[in-house]
Structure formats: C-alpha cells, structure tokens
C-alpha cells in the first residue's frame, strides 16, 4: 500500500495515530488540570516503566493538554549533559514570552522579573527581552546560586502570576532518573510547598522503572508522590492500536494478521508501531492478511536490531558485552548480579564498575537490591541473535 498513507509512527515519543490503553492516566491528569482551577492542588504524577511502553507519548499529552488550557508548560528531557536550572530556564522562556504584553497584572510581571533574574544564576552573558520595562519591578532574587532557594522562588512567583491569569503552571521532565539527587530532592520540595500554599502548579516526572526507588532516595516524602507504571497495552487496546489507525485509511486487519502483530511485539506500543508500519507496506490491500503481518514482523524486527537495539548494544564495550550477554541467559525477567558474575567467572564486586556503567548508559537497571535487568524489552532475545566475535 501507499507508505505516504501509513499510519504508523515508530520513534521515540512520536504520538500514535491512536492513543489508547492509556484512559486512566489521561483521565488523572484531565483532573488534575481542573482541579489546579479551583486551587486545589494534586499529587506530582510519576510515569514509570520500559523504554518503548509511551511513557514520553503520555508526558507529552500531558503537554498538549495543559498548553490547549493555556497552560504554561516547560517540557524537558534530562541526561542531556544541561542542569535541571538551565532546562527548565530555557523551556519557560517561551511560554512567558507569549504571555507578556503591555497591560499585564502586577503579578505577572513581577514573575517575568525573577525568571530574568534564574535566567541570570546560570547565563551571566546572557539576556532575554519580554519587551516590557521591568526596572521598577519588585521580583526578582532567584540567582543565590543555591537551586532549592533559586527554583522555589520562581516557581512560587510564577505560581502567582498565573493565578493571576486564571492559568496554571505544568513542569514536566521524561528521563528523571538521570536528574542528579539534589535536583530531584529540589523537585519533590516544590511540590511540597506547592501543595502547602495552593499553588497552581502540577509536576509530572517520567523515567525507568528504578525512578520511585530513586526519587524515595532523593527525599523523604517522594512517597506522597502519585505513581503510575506504565505497562504493555491489554490485548484489546493492542489490537486497537493496529486496526485504529487503519480504519481511518480505509483499511482492515485479518483477525489472525492482528494476533501475529500483537504476540510478536509483546503488546508494546513501539513495536507495535514498527510492525504495523512494515506490515502495511507489504501488504497490497484494502486487507492486512497473515502472510502480511508475518513479513511485517520479520522486516519489523530487522529494523529494530539495526536502530532501537543496535544503537543500546554498540554503546557497550566488550566487557560490559559479557557481562550483558550473562544477563540475557535468564531473558527480559532480570537475573541476580551474583550469578551473572558466577557465569562470567568473576567476584560480584570487580564487576561493580561495568555494572554501574551500564545502568548510567541506560542499558539496566536495578529493580531491585542485588538484582539487574534490561531497561528494553526484547534485549535478550536481540542478543542472542548477536553472533561472538
């Protein structure tokens, strides 16, 4: 069939042509946006679970949604080698801009004084223009240089300038478990206090299943936190995914084609998304049959051995190789860091730098204590179709 036509989205984070599976997590967050209106505050949300479940799908409909509210939204991803204090510095900017204008609220426009001024505590070169005459101004104060005292200021006088505005504030940040400690201790105390005094600003955090463990390390009341593990969709979302999209080109799936699809990609919504796409460029149509779908799976699962797995392993040295090769002999369920060394012929502890290397790379991590595991669905069975050299 026409590829121009396919409705399938493979990548990381693109949106699906058909969101589902995931009601109840859009439906706390519709809340929480109204209820943010009538000054009552919620819970931070904390998305959490593989790579390739949606977790950066979900956030960014969070995104979407607050922004279609008016919302100011500072989306950023971490691990990008930037501080929390210039992400979220350099993704508020925007939305401020939009909102400054020659007539605004005194609150308002004490808020665009102190964000100048957290522009200031981490670019002394740089300046920004709102284009409004802010010298009389009073705000300002978030450049001490210490982040809890710096962010909590602008977040509480943003808080007030869109209160003022009949809006809210979102902060969202995919990757939080590459935050360093501070920063995410920093996070979990403006949602305390966001809470304490009403603010209207709502949190949301999303990462690798280790994030709650991470965030409880970080702060002693990251427990108040809402959690929400994001799974493989359920069988009928899975095949809605697939028929979905293809229904609004016209197109139908055999019922035996969708049961390929879906048991080779294990329900989750990325490869779902690969193999749909293969599988309709394949097929002649106006049906997806399950010779269709089984070439769809086979192409599918070329592509991602040559880019969703491949660009994970060739970050890896040869030892950390071995030590991931030792992993996938128990498959995707996690195996226990003593008997990976046992089959490597090491003692636990020299392994600890290789180990700990590869969680930081983002390859596995640590469910729990004594225990690692792939943070990518399909790693082992990619693995062991890796041929020694």
């Known amino acids: 069939m026409d590829p121009v036509r396919n409705p399938y989205a493979p990548g990381a984070g693109r949106k699906p042509a058909a969101l589902v599976g995931r009601d109840n997590a859009l439906a706390a967050w519709q809340t929480s946006l109204q209820r943010g209106l009538v000054g009552r505050t919620d819970q931070p949300v904390v998305l959490y679970g593989l790579r390739g479940v949606g977790k950066t799908v979900l956030l960014s409909e969070f995104r979407r949604r607050a922004t279609e509210r008016g919302w100011i939204v500072a989306q950023i991803e971490a691990g990008s080698g930037k ?82 505005e009949g809006i809210g504030l979102a902060i969202l940040i995919d990757e939080a478990q590459d935050l360093r400690s501070d920063e995410l201790a920093t996070l979990c105390m403006i949602a305390h206090a966001a809470a304490q005094d009403n603010w209207r600003v709502l949190i949301g955090f999303a990462g690798l299943p280790s994030l709650p463990r991470i965030l409880a390390e970080a702060k002693s ?23 979905i999209p293809a229904g609004l080109e016209d197109v139908r799936w055999h019922p035996d084609a969708i049961a390929v699809v879906v048991n080779a990609a294990g329900r989750y919504p ?80 020299s392994l600890g730098p290789t180990r700990a290397s590869l969680i930081a790379k983002g390859v596995i991590y640590a469910p729990e204590h004594g225990v690692v595991a792939f943070t990518v669905p399909g790693m082992a069975a990619f693995i062991g179709r890796q041929v020694d050299a």
């Open 83 to 164: 501080s929390l204090r210039e992400l979220l510095g350099e993704a508020l900017y925007g939305p401020l801009s939009d909102l400054a204008r020659p007539g605004v609220g005194r609150r308002l426009l004490k808020g665009l004084k102190t964000a100048l001024s957290f522009k200031a505590s981490y670019d002394v070169g740089g300046t920004w223009r709102f284009g409004l005459d802010l010298s009389g101004v009073p705000g300002g104060g978030a450049d001490t240089g210490m982040l809890d005292t710096d962010l909590k200021k602008l977040i509480g006088d943003l808080a007030g300038a869109v209160e003022e």
């Open 221 to 243: 009341y990251a427990e108040r936190l809402r959690y929400m593990r994001i799974q493989e969709l359920n069988p009928n979302a899975a095949a809605e995914a697939l028929t």
């Open 270 to 349: 990325y490869f779902l998304q690969q193999f749909g796409q293969e599988s309709w460029n394949v097929a002649a149509g106006p049906l997806i049959g399950t010779q269709d779908a089984a070439l769809g799976v086979a192409r599918g699962t070329n592509a991602l051995d040559n880019g969703f797995f491949r660009v994970r392993w060739d970050r890896a040295t040869p030892a950390e190789q071995a030590y991931l090769r030792a992993i996938a002999t128990d498959g995707d369920e996690g195996s226990a860091s003593s008997e990976v060394a046992a089959r490597l012929g090491r003692k636990p502890a």
